[in-house]
């Protein structure tokens, strides 16, 4: 009827959370408790709590067909409620949501997936669960394997299958079930390259086919690339609505105090990160106090203050660093080096500082966003947060700073330069009476250093 | 190539159909459309439930022979000869075991519904399907056993010479009547246990106190008779009476004992599917 693939209305959307918080003052306020009893068993009201949140509230957007819709928002801003209402998992507590034609989701890869089964039986399996007919499994069955590239262990126990492969067959499936609106949520967070490569490319292909995207991730530069426009989440509403890049600044310089760290909330760590319990972010100057603007020339230190509550085996906690702009400059981990992964194989229980310096002379002028990731590589992400903090770098006495003009590019090193006058007659020797006085390294030997910094 | 793509396009926006999404409030609708839409979803999950059972074991589908076998030796030992119960003339081993299918259809049944909306929590929490679908297959899952199990039921009724009674046409509706006790109390037990996992511990004993007021190891005419019409609120009475009757010619003919059964069940069903479809909103949020 219209060219409407979407129309969200006030969709709120309430949790309850927490330990029952039950006193009973009065004999009164007990008897009634009683006489509730059955009912409240019924409603399972005595194995929740009675604390609330409310993880979405009143939000209202209208998505196009064709469009491709990216959501960004911190941890706990209400991105995988949104979705789980739009994919009718779950039921929203206010408001009305109006979805035109079937909704897939790659978030669903491998739903279903039984590790006893062979591959043919769990795309026979998983194509219902996701909704497709017998008939229709049957006829892209030989498309779904070829895709998969599993055809030699297609009537192998999937439990057999790799990691990579079962993420190719179950991946095959979903993508292979055409919806009208396609949902993808954070698919870059599993899987190695190769796999990511190919979820973006089915993503846009299904953009191309003019179908419609809804695309859910913290990785900035996939939703600059992907996206024409972007709505920001946080804590629950609508922050903005706007085109990608416009959103992706605000999402990454909103919402940051100028104060150069940052404390976690408890509403900001997801309940699966334990044993990994993530404390505050720092960034600090050469004085180990904590600013929010540092000097390019000087080095500048990032401290994450985690507390393990368990031991956890090749963990590696780590930094992002992001321009304002979200392409992501650099990704370190405090055991990249061999050595130290080595000696820190098993990280006991307790509380942590793990500290890293960014060299001097490095970034440019302008603000940056600083990410967190904990993970176990190729076991376990505990904890991620791509925008956990943001500061400023001040470019006073970097190189350049003569000239009132902006350097463009994230980082601005203080390199070695030599400059070389090279005579037509080949390089005999340089007139003393140049003004420039260029070292060279030709028949004068080099005796003078480098002055770049008189220029 | 992309002329098919583009036809199918066209056929998925002429069908477009709208979902709205809206809280629901009080009791809802059953929606038997959906779940009529989904059955392909149904007949998948058991066959899923039916093909792993089994996966890994040295005796297979055996299992599902030898358990039934080996309760009915315990029940016949124990209620045969320490406790002398009768058996109307039927041997007892044919006497128990006729009782022990329906019984073991049902159990097995409450214990995998119950346990269903757990182990398929990953289903539930990502994608959208009617999820009384969860229960009622683990609920089918258990019929492919109880024919196998039918298959050992006759070939010791032909080494005992038991013939079936020409009643015998209508043991698929006492078939029907375990099937039916064993879904409604599925999905009351299903969906409690996503709220409360106490039910995990109840379950067991609860099974095993059913087994005793249910005429698996004794004849119900052992029953008083001014405790028949208490004792046939267990719907299970009404089917291991039934099945006995059909097959073996044992027990009383079905009479108001079996109204009384095949009121509660079916009432237990209605009450099970209704609460199950109102709580259904919330289990992706606490499974």
Redo the contacts between chains.
């Keep these: 009827m219209s060219d409407l693939a979407i129309r969200v209305e006030h969709l709120s959307k309430q949790y309850r959370i927490g330990a029952q918080i039950e006193r009973y003052r009065t004999l009164r306020d007990s008897l009634t408790n009683i006489v509730s009893w059955p009912k409240r068993l019924l409603r399972g009201e005595l194995a929740l709590g009675s604390e609330t949140i409310w993880a979405l509230d009143d939000i209202s957007f209208e998505v196009k067909k064709g469009d491709v819709l990216g959501v960004i928002g911190r941890n706990g801003a209400g991105k995988s409620t949104l979705l789980k209402i739009l994919s009718r998992v779950t039921e929203p507590t206010r408001g009305y949501a109006e979805i035109h034609g079937r909704v897939g989701s790659l978030l669903e890869v491998g739903t279903g997936f039984h590790p006893e089964l062979t591959g043919r039986e769990n795309i026979a399996l998983n194509g219902a669960i996701l909704g497709m007919k017998r008939a229709e499994i049957e006829r892209k069955f030989d498309e779904i394997v070829a895709f998969s590239g599993v055809e030699k262990f297609i009537d192998t126990p999937v439990k057999r299958y790799s990691s990579g492969m079962y993420l190719r067959l179950a991946f095959a499936v979903a993508a292979h079930l055409e919806p009208e609106i396609l949902v993808v949520d954070e698919v870059l967070a599993v899987g190695d390259a190769e796999f990511q490569r190919k979820c973006l490319g089915k993503m846009s292909d299904v953009a191309r086919q003019g179908r419609t995207v809804l695309f859910v991730s913290h990785n900035m530069s996939a939703i600059l690339r992907l996206t024409e426009e972007t709505i920001v989440l946080e804590k629950g509403r609508l922050a903005l609505r706007a085109p990608s890049q416009q959103a992706v600044d605000y999402y990454l310089t909103s919402g940051f105090g100028q104060t150069g760290e940052h404390y976690w909330q408890p509403d900001e760590i997801p309940a699966d990160a334990a044993p990994f319990h993530p404390i505050a972010l720092r960034v600090l100057d050469t004085q180990n106090r904590v600013v929010d603007t540092v000097r390019s020339v000087e080095p500048t230190t990032v401290e994450i203050e985690y507390r393990l509550d368990a031991p956890i085996t090749g963990l590696r906690v780590g930094i992002y660093l992001l321009s304002a702009h979200g392409e992501l400059i650099f990704t370190s981990f405090d055991t990249d080096d061999q050595a130290q992964f080595e000696r820190i194989g098993n990280r006991p229980a307790g509380h942590y500082l793990s500290r890293c310096t960014i060299p001097a002379d490095l970034l440019n002028e302008g603000r940056y966003v600083v990410g967190v990731n904990a993970s176990a590589y190729r076991v376990r992400r505990y904890f991620q947060d791509e925008s956990a903090l943001a500061f400023s770098v001040d470019a006073a006495g970097a190189p350049g700073m003569q000239w009132m003009e902006p350097r463009l590019g994230p980082i601005r090193p203080r390199l070695e330069w030599q400059i070389e006058h090279a005579n037509e007659a080949g390089s005999s020797s340089l007139s003393a009476k140049n003004a420039w006085n260029f070292p060279g390294r030709g028949a004068q030997g080099g005796a003078e250093k480098p002055t770049e910094g008189k220029l | 190539m992309s002329r098919t793509?583009t036809s199918?396009?066209a056929n998925?926006l002429a069908t477009?159909?709208?979902?709205?999404?809206?809280?629901?409030r009080g009791w809802a609708a059953l929606n038997l459309r959906d779940l009529w839409r989904?059955r392909?979803?149904a007949?998948?999950?058991t066959w899923?439930d039916v093909?792993?059972r089994y996966?890994?074991t040295v005796l297979g589908a055996g299992w599902a022979i030898l358990q039934p076998l080996i309760n009915m030796i315990v029940l016949s030992v124990i209620f045969g000869n320490f406790a002398k119960m009768p058996t109307e003339g039927i041997p007892r081993p044919v006497f128990t075991f006729a009782a022990l299918l329906p019984w073991g259809l049902f159990s097995k049944a409450l214990s995998d519904a119950g346990r269903s909306m757990l182990s398929?929590r990953?289903?539930?929490?990502?994608?959208?399907?009617p999820r009384l679908i969860i229960p009622l297959s683990s609920v089918l899952g258990g019929v492919v056993d109880f024919a196998i199990q039918f298959v050992i039921l006759l070939g010791m009724m032909l080494y005992y010479q038991i013939y079936p009674t020409p009643a015998v046409w209508t043991l698929p509706l006492f078939l029907l009547l375990a099937l039916v006790t064993a879904l409604g109390f599925g999905l009351w037990i299903s969906s409690l246990n996503?709220?409360?996992r106490d039910v995990n511990y109840v379950l067991p004993f609860l099974t095993q106190l059913w087994l005793l007021v249910t005429p698996v190891a004794y004849s119900a005419r052992v029953v008083p008779e001014q405790w028949q019409f208490l004792y046939a609120l267990n719907p299970m009475v009404g089917v291991v009476e039934g099945f006995r009757w059909a097959l073996l010619g044992a027990e009383t003919p079905p009479g108001p004992n079996l109204m009384i059964s095949s009121v509660i069940a079916v009432l237990v069903l209605v009450t099970g599917m209704f609460?199950f479809r109102r709580?259904e909103?919330?289990f992706?949020?606490?499974v």
């Design positions: 793509s199918k396009q998925t477009e159909e709208v979902i709205i999404l809206r809280p629901t989904f392909e979803l007949f998948f999950l899923r093909i792993v996966k890994q398929n990953n289903m539930i929490t990502k994608v959208y399907f996503v709220m409360y609460y709580m909103r919330t992706a949020d606490m």
